[in-house]
């Protein structure tokens, strides 16, 4: 085996496709989802706003005698994370690897080798490439595919983190909720108390002023999240190029903001669980691949609560009990059988206690490693 270091675009291709080949007639393949590889290919090229403050080298493992590929990683450097928490840490990301250990080591060692080369002193992840991406090694809750944007992982790869030389750095948890569920009277009862003393208002996302939307929740976003570990704020240019893609997705009966004195203070962004029809595609889209898409996107039946946040000067007053309410009801009245609610830090207890209370469950787990360099 061979460890082979890569500038972009060079092997992409290989690298983009690597898990197609380590899923397929395997019992992960079952719940692995393919992404479009047209999108995969975007994440790492110039567009993407991410790479004018990061890098990034990639890896492959090959088959000395086959030049067959093994598995492969990323070693990405995001100068904006080393700035704002003033951390010489770098990170992996994009890892799959087969099941053995001298192949994943062989990766993981290259990657802090050269992440040290570079100056830093930790090494974290899998982030690909943020955690405003795909993030983190499944850890509990394998026997479910994963929702829009969160990954999926065989439970082998916990081993080949452990022996090779990773520690837990911190679990992300996912909660499932199903909309079907009556909501508790006390529930219903102390928003309509927060309602009223607080004056809210609550209104869904106008798609008709979508730039306006989008600048008030990257607002929103940014004081909610400022404190959490890991987050980065996002640029301007990350924000407007994740909307774009996020924009066809987007139902707007369930994304919702909260008004106090006409000033948007809390907000919600739920999407239909797309991957539920990217596992019809097998990474493709061509006109076979639209026809499917137009078919199969009128059966989704889940979403994904991918950020609930109220501003920081807001905290407290129950505006996250009025969020959680209101999406429930919203993803009942439109359909949808349930949602996951995804990510939150193990160690978040208002929050995770919060989404307890409404009648979720925890259904599934993510890990983020670390090592000294």
């Not at 395997?26 to 975007?42: A, H, M, N």
């Not at 999926?152 to 992300?172: C, Q, T, V, W």
């Not at 979508?210 to 607002?219: I, S």
Request: aromatic share 14%; net charge positive; proline share 5%.
């Amino acid at each position: 085996m061979e460890i082979k270091s890569y500038d972009l675009p060079e092997k992409l291709d290989e690298f983009i496709k690597f898990p197609f080949q380590l899923y397929k007639n395997t019992p992960y393949g079952e719940f692995w989802v393919p992404q479009l590889i047209s999108e995969s290919k975007k994440l790492f090229s110039k567009e993407n706003p991410f790479w004018k403050h990061a890098k990034i080298k990639i890896f492959l493992a090959e088959d000395s005698k086959s030049c067959r590929i093994l598995g492969r990683t990323a070693a990405i450097i995001d100068r904006n994370f080393i700035d704002f928490h003033n951390e010489k840490c770098g990170f992996f990301g994009f890892f799959d690897s087969i099941c053995d250990v001298s192949v994943a080591k062989g990766l993981l060692d290259t990657v802090k080798k050269y992440l040290k080369s570079e100056g830093m002193h930790t090494v974290r992840g899998p982030m690909s490439p943020s955690t405003n991406d795909e993030c983190g090694i499944l850890i509990d809750g394998f026997d479910s595919s994963p929702t829009l944007m969160m990954p999926y992982n065989p439970p082998y790869y916990i081993d080949l983190m452990e022996r090779s030389g990773f520690k837990k750095a911190k679990d992300l948890y996912a909660y499932w909720k199903s909309s079907h569920d009556v909501p508790y009277e006390r529930i219903v009862k102390i928003v309509e108390r927060v309602r009223r003393r607080e004056k809210v208002k609550f209104r869904f996302f106008d798609m008709k002023n979508f730039k306006r939307e989008v600048k008030y929740f990257k607002e929103i976003y940014n004081s909610a999240w400022e404190k959490n570990w890991g987050f980065v704020p996002m640029t301007d240019e990350e924000v407007d190029y994740m909307a774009k893609a996020l924009k066809p997705l987007i139902d707007p009966r369930i994304c919702h903001f909260l008004e106090i004195n006409g000033n948007p203070v809390a907000a919600t962004l739920a999407i239909p669980d797309y991957n539920f029809v990217m596992k019809k595609l097998n990474g493709r889209m061509g006109l076979s691949g639209i026809l499917k898409f137009l078919y199969w996107r009128r059966k989704i039946k889940a979403v994904r609560l991918m950020a609930l946040g109220v501003k920081k000067e807001y905290r407290n007053k129950g505006l996250e009990v009025v969020l959680y309410h209101e999406i429930h009801t919203a993803t009942n009245r439109c359909g949808y059988d349930g949602g996951d609610l995804s990510w939150t830090l193990e160690d978040n207890n208002l929050i995770n206690k919060g989404i307890e209370a409404m009648g979720s469950t925890l259904y599934k787990k993510f890990r983020i490693y670390e090592a000294t360099l």
